[in-house]
């Protein structure tokens, strides 16, 4: 959704997840513009506008989150747990005992508003 963009340059786009983890609320994901599936897909140029969003997120998430740490993942193919058929970077806050690897997305999708609040702090930190 529009609204949840946080951040877009000419190759790539982050946006706030519509899915999240118990205790990561608010993580981004990073997609270059165009269609790429998977890491061994992506064009050079793209995968570092991809690349450089990511780090530009990871600062933001740092300063406006609150959080102890910042993960990113990205994930290719069924057996890598791929399972959107476009490369995004998940850019996760981190905080102390939080448990991301040893915990389950949470069910269902996060309502707008539950989004914005994230989306706020981050477009934020990027029009200063």
């Given at each position: 959704?529009?609204e949840?963009?946080?951040?877009?340059?000419?190759?790539?786009?982050?946006?706030?997840?519509?899915?999240?983890?118990?205790n990561?609320p608010?993580?981004?994901?990073?997609?270059?513009?165009?269609h790429?599936?998977?890491?061994?897909?992506?064009?050079?140029?793209?995968?570092?506008a991809?690349?450089?969003?990511?780090r530009?997120?990871?600062?933001?998430?740092?300063?406006?989150?609150?959080?102890d740490?910042?993960?990113?993942?990205?994930?290719?193919?069924?057996?890598?747990?791929?399972?959107?058929?476009?490369?995004?970077?998940?850019?996760?806050p981190?905080?102390?005992?939080?448990?991301?690897y040893?915990?389950?997305a949470?069910?269902?999708?996060?309502?707008?508003?539950?989004?914005?609040?994230?989306?706020r702090?981050?477009?934020?930190?990027?029009?200063?």
């Amino acid at each position: 959704m529009v609204e949840d963009i946080v951040r877009r340059t000419e190759r790539a786009a982050a946006l706030i997840a519509p899915r999240w983890w118990p205790n990561n609320p608010g993580h981004v994901i990073v997609v270059p513009i165009g269609h790429h599936e998977h890491l061994y897909a992506i064009p050079a140029e793209d995968y570092r506008a991809v690349g450089d969003l990511v780090r530009e997120v990871a600062i933001a998430i740092r300063e406006t989150y609150g959080c102890d740490g910042v993960s990113t993942r990205q994930h290719n193919e069924p057996a890598g747990n791929q399972d959107v058929w476009h490369l995004h970077v998940h850019v996760f806050p981190r905080y102390e005992g939080d448990d991301l690897y040893r915990s389950q997305a949470l069910p269902g999708w996060r309502t707008l508003d539950e989004r914005q609040l994230y989306a706020r702090r981050l477009k934020t930190y990027f029009d200063r």
